[in-house]
């Protein structure tokens, strides 16, 4: 425990503890859900300094937040700049010199599907146009045809000429905040920040993100968000092109470099990804309690 303050000094650089809300975002959290897991999780490494008697200034400055961004461009544009905001919040919560988010953004495993899979490049191309928008600071954008194994190299290939062109071709990177001033995503982002709060709130009453996943609670309330997404894509409310409307005529085949490891869900309506969200083993419960 001595040698913490010393490992995390000022001059040590980079991310050495993450914030990760891809996994909660995958499973059918909210964008709020999500952000809200991600500052419980930070809220976290925070704890891990005190027990061991460290100020928790030097971890600050190496934590580093990964979320995921999709179609829905405004919201995923949003929910970074949210972020930020909430990052900046819970730093002067625990009476410590804000430091600035550090943030990587991949486009959501989710909202990919086996069907009409060359959608998902359209798909990618807004989620990642997003994430620069939005402010990320490193973008990793997922082959289209994941949801059908391991891309092969053409996949992976697009994927990063996707980038590059975006980076290169549109130079989204030599305006800082473009959205900032935007009364339709400056709105969006209040809301988030105030709907993010609440869940990180909530997440600290179960007595953070560890003890609520080994009690089962942010579990269920994610299902709840999954399944009340869902029943939108049955209604119709919702739409997933090339999937619920526009469908393809026929398949074309996909060439993978490995199939998945487990069967993927035929219906395309209700599960967009290939991820599961079990419950935490028992291995981890043990170890909590």
Sequence with gaps: PQSLAGFFSDDLPGIVLEADGRVYHNAGATEAQELGAMLSIAAGHFRLFEEARQPIHYAAPHIGFALSVDQDQFISIAKIRALRRLWGRLQEACSIKPSAAMIHAETSMRM???????????????????????????????????????????????????????????????????????????????????????????????????????????????????????????????????????????????????????????????????LTFPRIDETLQARAH
């Excluded at 990177?173 to 990180?200: H, I, N, Q, R, Y």
């Excluded at 299902?223 to 919702?238: F, K």
């Design 112 to 274: 990919m599907t086996r069907l009409d899979p060359e959608t998902n490049i359209l798909r990618t191309t807004i989620a990642a146009f997003a994430a620069a928008t939005g402010g990320a600071d490193t973008i990793s954008i997922l082959p289209h045809t994941i949801s059908h194994g391991l891309p092969d190299a053409s996949a992976r290939r697009l994927a990063r000429n996707t980038q590059l062109v975006l980076a290169d071709e549109s130079n989204l990177a030599f305006v800082a905040d473009p959205a900032c001033g935007s009364g339709a995503v400056e709105a969006l982002t209040e809301a988030l920040c105030a709907t993010a709060w609440k869940e990180f709130q909530t997440l600290e009453r179960d007595g953070g993100i560890l003890q609520s996943l080994v009690d089962g609670r942010i579990q269920a309330r994610i299902a709840d968000a999954r399944h009340a997404r869902a029943e939108e894509y049955r209604s119709g409310r919702r739409s997933i092109i090339g999937t619920t409307v526009f469908p393809a005529p026929g398949e074309r085949p996909v060439t993978v470099l490995e199939a998945p490891l487990m069967p993927l869900p035929t219906d395309g309506v209700v599960h967009c990804g290939p």
